[in-house]
C-alpha cells in the first residue's frame, strides 16, 4: 500500500474500527497524511488523489512552519 498524498510506501494502520471489522485508518510515516480504508478511490488510489494536494517528500524541507518559530531568545 502506498500514501495516496506523496506515495511513500511507510504506511501503518493507526486505528481500527472500534466495531467488528468495518475500516481502518491509515496514517503516513513520511507526511503524516491519515486516511480511512472506506474512503473513495479519489482519496486511497495515489493515481486518482488530487494532484493539486500531492505532496513530494523531497520538498518538505522548503516548506514553511505555520506559525513560525520564533528564534530562541538569549539570557544575557
Ligand atoms: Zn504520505
Known sequence: MKCPRCESKFV??????????????????????????????????PEQYDKRFKLNPEEFEKLGHIPPIPPLTKNK
Open 12 to 45: 501503518n494502520v493507526m486505528v481500527k474500527s472500534p466495531v467488528g471489522d468495518v475500516w481502518e485508518v491509515y496514517l503516513c510515516d513520511t507526511c503524516k497524511f491519515t486516511w480511512r480504508s472506506t474512503e473513495g478511490e479519489n482519496i486511497t488510489d
